[in-house]
């Protein structure tokens, strides 16, 4: 009896390599020369095709398990690519051919133009550089993997400087899964959106530990194995640094295609997201799948922006939907040619096609293109309040402290550094017990007395409205506190500058530091002010205060003082 263990290939001729299990007398005598045949063949490498077996089949193994955990009930490959294709004709057979592209050459021709622009326009950025000047396709696929996860609901010219800072201190994955979170919560601080720096640093220690330092080459592969990838970053990976045609979607992305195809219906939703990532599939050059993945999203940041697109320089505008119907409405005010113009508008077989924008939201002629994509008004974001103050001990040896705790490791912000607070439900006396409370419990007994409001911080995070109302308390005329407990800290002002903190507690320490009225002009998603912020006293008023204002010489040391 012969057990199959394996198959080789040799030249055009594929065998099954066999081995006797239990006693062979009684087999055929060309069976016996096939075996001999077979093992004079394969008398020198067998050891070695033995041995790829068992990696092949042990990587199997381990690919196999990986798929059980992650999911109970899981269809094969094949079988789930051709329930995807037969998804993806039904969805096409029932859009209208207006929102799609009907034939290969209208294709090319998207290919071909959008392609050509990129490489006149493309800008220089420092991951681009790195991804194209790398031969190591595990390096490559990690400088893509971190600029993708920063350029997440973060402008271009913010990232730049992080990048090339992180790339600077963590040049390769293994560099980054030996980094403390600490560290990796210090270098993104100010970026925003923070657990995408501690993912990242998941992946990379994912990676370094279990997939033998090789990052995943596919973007299925990708997503199901690496935490914080999504179906975007797993596409950009694949297309940019390994080469796989697959499509991606992002807001320019989206944009883009919404406007060639005059997709006007809500583009957040199910419907619409499953037919433009579907387009983007379709367009995708199989020949240069990350270039074209991002001249696709380049395009949208430079030329097909939100509120003023530059239709002149936009190199598919001949296939694009939305500036056709433009054009046409033109001729029809000019009056210029007899009748309608001759253009394509949307004729689905339904009441109401579901890519069209809805009857009650019609074409706005002043609009022009920007009348794509149309999005569902936002739930407005959640209201919370926060009492927070900052402790300072002026006296300290070695310069001035200032106190500051860890936030838990999971939530808003993890694993950040920020100012003692308490939530602020109540105000007045009782807010300002409750903070007392707080701060005693870091740093013992202290002087009421002292705990002074000095204005308020609005900060808005992607789902909540923050309002800090920010309180100072400095330990004069105390022996300094050296002993706090776990989780807490004294900074110098020049550690804090470093610290892993977020924008909200340097706009509430420039309260603190400054005491100065108005509003703080550096972000459009912080708000200061101050008791003393108010609308400037007219003529009359000012007349008044100045006659009844003691006359006291107000130079440089007075001011000091007055503030402190």
């Not at 990796?184 to 530990?209: D, F, I, P, T």
């Not at 883009?256 to 997709?263: N, T």
Request: glycine share 8%; with cysteine.
């Amino acid at each position: 009896m012969l057990r199959q263990v394996g198959t080789a290939r040799t030249g055009q001729i594929s065998l099954a390599e066999t081995q006797p299990e239990g006693s062979y007398r009684s087999a055929q005598p060309a069976k016996s020369k096939l075996l001999s045949l077979w093992r004079a063949i394969m008398k020198k490498p067998q050891a070695a095709v033995r041995s790829r077996l068992r990696k092949q089949a042990s990587r199997q193994e381990g690919r196999e398990k990986r798929v059980l955990s992650s999911s109970q009930v899981k269809p094969s490959t094949a079988a789930a690519g051709l329930a995807k294709r037969q998804e993806e004709a039904a969805w096409q057979a029932s859009v209208s051919s207006y929102h799609l592209f009907r034939d290969t050459a209208e294709v090319m021709a998207f290919r071909e133009n959008l392609l050509n622009w990129y490489d006149r326009a493309k800008r220089d950025l420092p991951w681009r550089r790195l991804a194209e000047g790398e031969v190591d396709l595990d390096r490559r696929a990690y400088a893509v993997w971190v600029s993708e996860v920063m350029l997440q609901q973060t402008q271009v010219a913010t990232v730049i400087d992080y990048y090339t800072r992180w790339m600077q201190k963590w040049p390769t994955l293994q560099d980054l899964a030996g980094a403390s979170l600490e560290e990796v919560n210090q270098l993104w601080a100010g970026l925003g959106y923070y657990s995408r720096g501690q993912r990242l640093q998941q992946g990379a220690r994912k990676v370094v530990e279990e997939l033998g330092g090789h990052v995943p080459h596919t973007a299925e592969t990708l997503q199901r194995l690496l935490p914080g990838v999504g179906r975007y970053t797993a596409g950009a990976i694949a297309s940019i640094a390994f080469g796989q045609a697959t499509g991606v979607v992002d807001g320019n992305v989206i944009r883009v295609l919404c406007r060639v195809r005059a997709i006007g219906a809500d583009s957040s939703s199910t419907l619409v997201s499953q037919h433009l990532w579907g387009l983007a599939q379709q367009l995708v050059d199989p020949a240069r799948p990350g270039d074209f993945n991002q001249a696709a999203m380049e395009l949208g940041a430079l030329v097909c922006t939100p509120q003023h697109p530059r239709c002149s320089q936009c190199p598919v505008r001949s296939l694009c939907r939305a500036h056709q119907k433009v054009e046409r409405g033109k001729l029809l005010a000019s009056q210029s040619l007899p009748g309608s113009p001759d253009v394509e508008e949307c004729a689905s077989s339904t009441e109401q096609c579901q890519l069209c924008a809805h009857p009650t939201e019609p074409w706005d002629q002043t609009l022009g293109v920007t009348n794509f994509p149309r999005k569902a008004s936002r739930r407005p974001p959640r209201e919370e309040r926060s009492a927070i103050c900052v402790l300072e001990q002026p006296r300290a040896p070695g310069g001035p402290q200032i106190l500051l705790v860890q936030r838990p490791s999971s939530g808003l912000l993890a694993g950040l550094w920020e100012f003692p607070s308490v939530t602020a439900e109540t105000s007045g006396r009782c807010q300002r017990e409750a903070l007392l409370q707080e701060l005693q419990s870091w740093a013992g007994p202290l002087p009421a007395s002292h705990l002074q409001h000095l204005g308020q911080v609005v900060h808005t995070f992607s789902h909540i409205k923050l309002t800090y109302q920010v309180y100072g308390l400095a330990l004069e005329g105390q022996a300094p506190v050296t002993i706090v407990p776990p989780g807490a800290r004294w900074l110098t002002r020049e550690e804090f500058d470093t610290a892993a903190v977020s924008t909200a507690m340097k706009k509430v320490f420039r309260v603190y530091e400054g005491q100065q009225p108005g509003i703080c002009k550096g972000s459009k998603r912080s708000q200061v002010s101050t008791p003393s912020s108010r609308k400037k006293p007219s003529p009359g008023q000012q007349l008044l205060d100045s006659f009844f204002r003691p006359l006291i010489p107000m130079d440089s040391s007075n001011l000091n003082s007055m503030a402190q």
